[in-house]
């Protein structure tokens, strides 16, 4: 059973570093550490200029920063998937060129397996 991950990992990457808050703020640019404590308190989501600055920061994937928000995200995306699989499926056209191309990558999408990787 997959357990369930924090929203973010931002803090525990920022310590490990020894960086308090408005340093990485200074390294993202932003005014004051007020936003980096906002994202380490689950209150405010970065966008996604500010969490590609993140990943170089800390050199680390999106995808492990935001453990918690992935992995709710890759689930919805993947049922999503498989709606769209089923519904390309049952229509008259699902073996032409085209949709067998969709149906490849809705099919990769489903399968998608969770990162295995922890944060440090």
């Given at each position: ?34 936003k980096v404590s906002r994202y ?81």
């Amino acid at each position: 059973m997959a357990h369930q991950r924090l929203q973010n990992y931002l803090r525990t990457h920022r310590r490990h570093h020894s960086l308090s808050q408005a340093e990485v703020a200074t390294l993202l640019g932003a005014a004051s550490g007020t936003k980096v404590s906002r994202y380490e308190n689950f209150a405010r989501m970065p966008g996604a200029l500010t969490v590609f600055a993140l990943e170089i920061v800390f050199n680390q994937p999106a995808s492990e920063l935001f453990a918690g928000n992935y992995q709710a995200i890759r689930l919805a995306v993947q049922e999503r998937a498989r709606s769209m699989e089923e519904e390309l499926n049952s229509q008259p056209n699902a073996q032409d060129r085209t949709t067998l191309r969709k149906l490849e990558l809705l099919r990769s999408i489903v399968e998608l397996k969770p990162s295995s990787a922890r944060p440090s």
